[in-house]
């Protein structure tokens, strides 16, 4: 059983429109970061939320974490075939490992 | 700065054989930590090491094992190989230990195991 729980698996859209990728647990996290990994290489820090209800945004990507800090979303406007990757979200608890989503596999067609 | 350097990029062994992995953390940074990256699975913790010392080991056989170094470069030991063990295998390192700093990931190990 996996502690966090990211939807869909995959999706696969066209330039252009707009996407939300789900991260969901029943267990509360101190923070939540949100990694994007390319074909070859290794997962890179997208963002990094803190507070219950936090919205940042990354140019079009938009994060936010649930009120109760248990679910984050990702919401991309425009897709881009740029934007093509594996979507991880990781979970903090205290001074325990990070936890990780199985990820979201997202390609955007041109 | 450099970034987190791992050797070898892609190995092929055999079932029983035993692998050692790599790792050479950014410059500065002192926490360590291990992940096996499959399909089926995703992103599994394997341990964290900071200066020297395992702080945090996941959930998998006593096959595995690793070690930090002096100077912060940290190895991976898999020893009697099974098929299962073919994956991705990430490093991470971090300025401090545990979740509060980001991770920067190296390009990963491939191991093969036929």
């Known amino acids: 059983t996996q502690l966090l729980e990211q939807s869909p698996q995959f999706l696969s859209i066209q330039e252009g429109e707009n996407l939300t990728v789900y991260c969901n647990s029943s267990?509360?996290?101190?923070?939540l970061q949100w990694y994007r990994q390319e074909p070859g290489e290794g997962p890179v820090l997208l963002v990094t939320?803190?507070?219950?209800?936090e919205v940042k945004k990354l140019k079009r990507l938009t994060f936010q974490f649930g009120d109760a800090r248990k679910d984050s979303s990702l919401h991309i406007t425009a897709a881009q075939p740029g934007d093509t990757g594996l979507y991880l979200c990781?979970?903090?608890?205290?001074?325990?490992?990070?936890?990780f989503g199985q990820g979201t596999r997202l390609t955007i067609n041109p | 700065k450099a970034g987190v350097t791992q050797t070898p990029r892609y190995l092929i062994k055999t079932r029983g054989q035993q692998v050692t992995l790599s790792c050479s953390p950014i410059?500065?940074?002192?926490?360590v930590s291990w992940y096996q990256q499959t399909p089926g699975q995703g992103l599994q913790f394997l341990f964290e090491?900071?200066?020297?010392?395992?702080?945090n080991k996941g959930n998998f056989p006593g096959r595995f094992s690793g070690r930090q170094f002096s100077n912060s470069r940290s190895e991976m030991n898999v020893s009697t190989l099974e098929l299962g063990d073919s994956a991705l295998y990430l490093c991470?390192?971090?300025?401090?230990?545990?979740?509060?700093?980001?991770?920067?990931f190296g390009e990963g190990s491939r191991l093969t195991v036929l």
């Open positions: 991470a390192s971090s300025r401090l230990a545990g979740e509060s700093g980001e991770l920067f």
């Open positions: 410059s500065g940074h002192r926490s």
């Open positions: 267990s509360v996290f101190s923070s």
């Open positions: 090491y900071f200066s020297e010392t395992q702080r």
């Open positions: 990781a979970g903090a608890q205290g001074a325990q490992k990070l936890v």
């Open positions: 939320v803190v507070t219950g209800g």
